[in-house]
């Protein structure tokens, strides 16, 4: 028996909803605090879009993962879209108000960077965690080997021979299956190392992704603080 085979028998409650509707609503906060130059539009009316997106797919699944169909799947990609967008319009507002050189406060800069960086590891995690052998509800819920591709290849998929007490944690003896905070976990260090550290990319849309979401963050450690930090008074 597989370790698939296992988790179904023993039946999965689905992934909590709680951390990821919460990174939700610290990028629409994050977005609303920017500096009125880094807004596109009036500045509620993104972070409201934000969370009335959420609304639905928190109805659906209140507080475990386990009901999705093919409206809130796309739903639920719509959302990750807008925040990446408006972010990545930010970014770019952000580069061009160091390149017209009327920016005279460092603090303001860096703390708009800083938002601007940590919108950016949640708008990837969410990503990553969305696209994964099929998203969050058929990690867990996928049944008679309906499971996708793996997009990602975690430590747990390769642990089954470590020693004991670390192979009991692999998803061959557990049934283990990576959630939010695992996907939010790799954003964090690609977006710090500029390249994966222990989750390797299998797919080429995961690859792609964690190239991007590298550029960017290097665009902003390089350009955007190191600027800002000369600006500093």
């Given at each position: 028996m597989n370790a698939r085979q296992r988790s179904e028998r023993r039946g999965h409650p689905g992934e909590p909803r709680l951390p990821a509707a919460c990174a939700v609503v610290v990028a629409a906060a994050l977005y609303a605090a920017l500096?009125?130059?880094?807004?596109v539009g009036p500045r509620f009316v993104i972070p409201a879009l934000e969370l009335l997106l959420l609304v639905?797919?928190?109805a659906i699944n209140p507080r475990r993962m386990v009901r999705e169909n093919r409206s809130m799947r796309r739903l639920s990609i719509a959302l990750v879209l807008v925040i990446a967008v408006t972010n990545g319009a930010s970014l770019v507002l952000l580069i061009i108000e160091?390149?017209?050189g009327e920016v005279r406060e460092g603090k303001q800069l860096l703390i708009a960077a800083g938002q601007v960086w940590v919108t950016n590891i949640i708008i990837f995690g969410l990503a990553f965690w969305e696209l994964d052998r099929g998203g969050p509800v058929r990690r867990?819920?996928?049944?008679?080997?309906?499971l996708p591709v793996?997009?990602?290849?975690?430590?747990?998929?390769?642990?089954h021979d470590a020693i004991s007490e670390v192979a009991a944690r692999s998803s061959a003896r557990?049934?283990?299956t990576p959630g939010f905070a695992d996907y939010l976990y790799v954003s964090v260090t690609n977006s710090s190392a500029f390249s994966p550290?222990?989750?390797m990319p299998l797919s080429v849309r995961a690859k792609l992704l964690m190239a991007?979401?590298?550029?960017s963050a290097l665009i902003l450690s390089v350009l955007v603080i190191s600027r800002g930090v000369g600006l500093l008074r």
């Open positions: 500096p009125g130059k880094l807004i639905p797919l928190i160091l390149v017209s867990t819920q996928a049944r008679g080997g309906t793996a997009d990602f290849r975690f430590p747990q998929d390769e642990d557990s049934g283990w550290t222990d989750t991007v979401e590298s550029v």
